[in-house]
């Protein structure tokens, strides 16, 4: 599945996540997120175009975004899913990328109820990596920014939040993620930390 058509996927479960008219005991959430995922770099000199110019690979930072939801099938416990891209392209080695993270995840929510409420979340899913030739421009035209190729990783996924709801459902909810990717050798660990705030809704409060 392209990562376009696992975007869409996502949002339609998001979606439907937030249009549950829920019953007693049960819940759900829709939120979008706001922040960034970092990975060192593996320090590697590359001969991208095989002229014998070397260049450097960098480090994974930048602003992301995402969007995401859940469904709680007991006031505590549910299941959720998740998407978080890089919103623009980075330089690579000479060439232009962009990361995507999606996953799908256990809930915890052991204070269900409470006007500050912590969130763990557990799961597996995909990483996966896009890398364009850059845009080039001359007195006359510019060239498209043209896919090269990608790379897809299995990834597990930790996440711990606190929503702290400010008015009715809506709730503002800084969290940490932690995304160990499989051969992740694009950059220099497979541990590929992720820090956000997400403004959501949650239905079925009491």
Request: proline content about 5%.
């Amino acid at each position: 599945m392209s990562n376009s058509k696992m975007f869409m996927v996502l949002l339609f479960v998001a979606l439907v996540f937030g249009s549950v008219k829920t019953a007693k005991a049960q819940g759900g959430d829709i939120y979008f997120k706001i922040g960034t995922a970092t990975d060192k770099s593996n320090n590697q000199l590359i001969d991208t175009f095989g002229d014998g110019n070397l260049f450097a690979t960098p480090a994974m930072n930048g602003v992301f975004g995402g969007i995401g939801g859940s469904f709680m099938f007991r006031p505590t416990i549910g299941f959720g899913a998740e998407y978080f891209a890089r919103f623009t392209q980075g330089g690579y080695a000479g060439l232009n990328y962009r990361p995507k993270f999606y996953d799908f995840n256990a809930v915890w929510k052991p204070l269900p109820n409470k006007i500050v409420v912590p969130e763990f979340q557990a799961g597996i899913g995909g990483a996966s990596l896009s890398f364009y030739y850059p845009q080039q421009c001359n007195s006359f035209a510019c060239s498209s920014n043209s896919l090269v190729a990608s790379s897809r990783h299995f990834q597990t996924h930790l996440g711990a939040g606190v929503a702290i709801f400010v008015k009715g459902g809506i709730f503002v909810r800084p969290q940490v993620d932690v995304h160990y990717v499989k051969n992740f050798f694009q950059f220099g660990s497979n541990w590929a930390p992720a820090y956000s705030v997400a403004i959501g809704y949650a239905f079925g409060r009491p």
